[in-house]
């Protein structure tokens, strides 16, 4: 009997009944394997890009840090079930085939994926619904653990030996691609739906979109033939009737897992996750960046290493595996605190350049935060809760050990009184006891919340009018008209735009630009040197934005004090001037409530007894008692 012997563009034999695939084939093999990672990918990702109203629909709690926590941990049960996925449909892979086997689990994630985006919120159907999600996140694992190791060796059964690094270095590019796409969908979903609308249900189009996807690498993926190498094998009857026990049981194959899962894997695992989702959390937190600032930051970013997946999976087929994951891996561990650094001072350098010049020190003892404290329970000591509040505020700080709680802003002292820690927890949880609904803030500041909480409410015709009680300067830039309305208690005046125009020498949109000329001690930048109050309030009193001011001084129409001196020093700082700003600029998408309902004052809540009592103040529970009952009469 003669065997007929096919050949590849190298000389070496293929098994016999193996038919090469053609060009064309391999092409079409790319694209539609490399189309259903990214859509899988990005059905996965658009849960981590989306973790903060995620939180807010599925996993509600008073507790922030513990509802970012449950969030994630939802994220990393996904992670979870990956490698059982792997088992599972890499068993069904070696036995019905790569094709079928693709169909699956593209279906299954987009399935699972739509079903995020239909669930109704906790506070709607209540424990079930964080139940559900945690539910569909294990099946989007389970199909994603198929998906991905099909993929790269589907495209690498179809690729010539000279040509599989740099053939299957497309399906590890479309991993990013993944994440990529999710930005863009968030970034057009942010631009075409108001924030408040966004943050209510618009999140949930891009989780439906899947369904659309889903369509897509269906059609692409029914387009398919199946592996020329497992054809081979079935015509053969070589297929392993136990893939998985041959697996475990072939001679080194222990070892190669071995190394697989944690040396190569879990290497390349930790590096991704902390250039894009690390990099996410520390642009938008402390940094302080923009929400759709950073989202296009990474975008640039995902689609600039897409092209170094395929540059390196060519270099792959010339000098081999091993030296460029080493190399890799070498260069993350070296890069990893430089590059963060220089991310956080060019991304802010407004927050680098006023952290010089007007330096934070801090003295005290036992100065060690807890950032787990309130989650367990734990008491937290009074430097550890200022610490907490520097750090998570994005300022950088000086520790010296030893003496008396103390606080210095550029060498000036602050006052700090310590018994004012030890009221911060008490308050809060007799604020929530008594029925009051509590923010806690630890992503953004306090004044996001309020800002956010007044755009909101003010949204809502229901509303007569908004009392932001604070005499906080920056908040004077959430006035609008006499619908919005800051209270200063100190001065005891009620501030409208007239009052602020009247106070400041500008209206409330021209706020930001003020303190970022004058500078704003208590968000710990200095303003621009010789700008003073009267000057800044003369020259936007005229112009209004940083943007509008002249360079020259001559074609500035307000006579000024030193208007040459001053108009030199915002030219040459106009770039500062304008993190500065930033700074000053609250945010207003913080998720603080659903409708104005939810502030809706309904009495206090049983355990208030508790607390009252063991505050010594019986009789503040009755009066909330009787102020409730005459409410409700």
């Not at 963060?340 to 060690?368: I, K, Y």
């Not at 229901?462 to 908040?475: M, S, Y």
């Not at 000053?584 to 208030?608: I, K, N, Q, S, Y």
Request: charged share 20%; proline share 6%; net charge negative.
């Amino acid at each position: 009997m003669v065997t007929q012997i096919e050949t590849t563009d190298t000389g070496a034999a293929s098994p016999p009944g193996q038919r090469q695939p053609t060009e064309k084939e391999i092409r079409l093999v790319i694209a539609a394997s490399s189309a259903g990672t990214i859509f899988e990918w990005y059905d996965f990702f658009i849960y981590g890009t989306l973790a903060a109203l995620i939180g807010a629909a599925f996993f509600p709690s008073d507790n922030e840090t513990l509802q970012l926590l449950l969030v994630w941990a939802g994220f990393a049960v996904g992670f979870g079930f990956r490698p059982l996925g792997a088992i599972l449909f890499g068993y069904l892979g070696d036995r019905l085939g790569r094709k079928y086997t693709f169909l699956v689990t593209v279906t299954l994630m987009g399935v699972a994926t739509a079903g995020v985006g239909l669930i109704p919120s906790a506070a709607s159907i209540g424990i079930a619904a964080p139940i559900i999600v945690i539910g569909l996140r294990i099946l989007q694992g389970l199909a994603l653990g198929g998906e991905y190791g099909g993929a790269a060796i589907y495209v690498a059964e179809h690729a010539p030996p000279e040509k599989r690094g740099f053939y299957t270095s497309f399906i590890q590019a479309s991993v990013v691609g993944g994440f990529v796409l999710s930005i863009i969908v968030v970034i057009a979903c942010r631009a075409l739906i108001p924030a408040d609308e966004f943050a209510a249900w618009g999140w949930r189009l891009p989780f439906l979109l899947s369904i659309v996807l889903l369509g897509i690498s269906l059609w692409m993926r029914l387009k398919l033939s199946e592996s020329p190498v497992f054809q081979a094998m079935k015509a053969a009857g070589e297929t392993s009737s136990n893939p998985f026990k041959e697996s475990l049981t072939y001679p080194g194959n222990p070892k190669r897992i071995f190394v697989a899962l944690f040396g190569i894997t879990g290497v390349l695992t930790t590096i991704w996750y902390t250039a894009f989702f690390s990099s996410l959390s520390f642009l938008r937190g402390p940094m302080r960046v923009d929400e759709s600032v950073v989202e296009w930051m990474l975008l640039a970013g995902g689609l600039i290493s897409m092209s170094f997946y395929l540059v390196i999976g060519r270099w792959s087929d010339w000098i081999g595996r091993k030296l460029p994951i080493i190399l890799g891996a070498g260069l993350s561990l070296a890069l990893l605190f430089p590059v963060f650094w220089g991310m956080g001072h060019l991304a802010n350098p407004g927050l680098s350049a006023a952290a010089e010049r007007t330096p934070v020190v801090v003295t005290g003892q036992n100065c060690t935060p807890d950032p787990f404290a309130e989650l367990f329970g734990r008491e937290q000591t009074d430097c550890g809760k200022l610490l907490d509040a520097l750090t998570s505020s994005g300022v950088r700080y000086e520790l010296r050990e030893g003496g008396a709680l103390g606080l210095s802003v550029g060498g000036e002292a602050q006052p700090l009184d310590p018994a004012l820690f030890a009221q911060f927890h008490p308050l809060e949880e007799a604020l929530e006891a008594l029925g009051v609904v509590v923010w806690p803030m630890t992503d953004l500041e306090a004044d996001d919340g309020l800002a956010s909480a007044a755009a909101k409410a003010s949204g809502d015709p229901r509303v007569e009018q908004v009392f932001i009680c604070t005499p906080d300067k920056d908040l004077a830039q959430c006035v609008t008209g006499r619908r919005v309305v800051q209270f200063d208690r100190r001065a005891g005046s009620l501030r409208d735009d007239a009052g602020v125009l009247a106070k400041f020498g500008v209206p409330p949109a021209s706020i930001p630009d003020y303190l970022a000329l004058v500078g704003d001690t208590a968000d710990g930048f200095p303003g621009l040197r010789g700008w003073g109050a009267k000057s800044t309030a003369l020259v936007l009193g005229r112009y209004l934005h940083l943007e509008a001011i002249p360079d020259d001084a001559a074609a500035w129409d307000v006579e000024v004090r030193g208007a040459s001196r001053l108009a030199a020093e915002l030219a040459t700082h106009r770039d500062l001037a304008a993190r500065f700003r930033d700074l000053a600029t609250l945010r207003t998408t913080a998720a603080v409530f659903e409708t104005v309902d939810d502030l809706r004052w309904t009495g206090p809540r049983p355990v208030f007894f508790e607390v009252c009592a063991r505050l010594n103040t019986a009789d503040f529970f009755k009066r909330a008692q009787a102020l409730a009952g005459s409410r409700a009469s």
